[in-house]
C-alpha cells in the first residue's frame, strides 16, 4: 500500500464532499461525521469518519476521533487513526500534533504528529515514526469492528482431518 497515496485519496475525498458545507456550517460541530466516497460502480472505495467534526473559518475542518477506511474488493485494506487532526480544504494539507496509526496488510506506521500535501502529495511523521513490517501480521488487524454494544461471534473450533 502507498501511504502517500492512501492518505491523498483520504483528503481529496474529504475536501470533494466537504467543501461546501463548510461554508454554510462555518462555527458548527456535527456528531458522528460519515464522509464515504464510492468508485464508478458504486463500490465503497475508503470511508472518512470522525467522533465529531467542527467547521472553521478559512475552510478548515478540525476532526476529532479520526479514522479512515480504504476498501479493495470490499474489504477493508488499510485503516488510519487519529485522535484529532485538522483539514485544510482549498490548500488540500492535513495535519496534527497527535498520534497516528496507520494498519495496512502486514506492516503498522505509527508516529505523532503528522502533516500531508496533497499538491505534492507527501506524508511526513514528525517525531517516533516506527514501521513494523512482518508477513505474518494477522489480517484479523483489519477485520471490520463491531458495532457499538454487538458482540463478535468466536470462530468455531475446526475440525482435525
Known amino acids: 500500500m502507498n501511504w502517500r497515496r492512501a492518505l491523498a485519496g483520504a483528503a481529496a475525498g474529504l475536501g470533494l ?3 461546501a458545507w463548510a461554508q454554510q456550517l462555518e462555527g458548527s ?9 464510492y468508485d464508478e460502480q458504486g463500490r465503497l472505495v475508503q470511508e472518512l469518519r470522525g467522533e465529531t467534526a467542527t467547521f472553521l ?17 470490499g474489504q477493508v485494506s488499510a485503516r488510519v487513526q487519529s485522535p484529532e487532526c485538522a483539514f485544510d480544504r482549498e490548500r ?4 496534527s500534533k497527535e498520534h497516528i496509526r496507520i494498519v495496512a496488510e502486514q506492516a503498522v506506521l505509527t508516529g505523532d504528529g503528522f502533516a500531508w500535501n496533497g ?5 511526513q511523521i514528525f517525531k517516533n515514526a516506527k514501521l513494523t513490517m512482518d508477513s505474518q501480521i494477522e489480517s ?9 454494544g454487538a458482540e463478535a461471534a468466536a470462530p468455531e473450533p475446526e475440525e482435525e482431518p
Open 17 to 19: 464532499a466537504a467543501g
Open 29 to 37: 460541530t456535527v456528531k458522528g461525521f460519515r464522509l464515504p466516497e
Open 57 to 73: 473559518p478559512e475552510g478548515i475542518i478540525r476532526l476529532t476521533g479520526l479514522q479512515i477506511e480504504f476498501f479493495r474488493e
Open 92 to 95: 488540500q494539507r492535513a495535519a
Open 119 to 123: 499538491e505534492n502529495k507527501q506524508f
Open 140 to 148: 484479523g488487524l483489519l477485520a471490520p469492528r463491531p458495532e457499538a
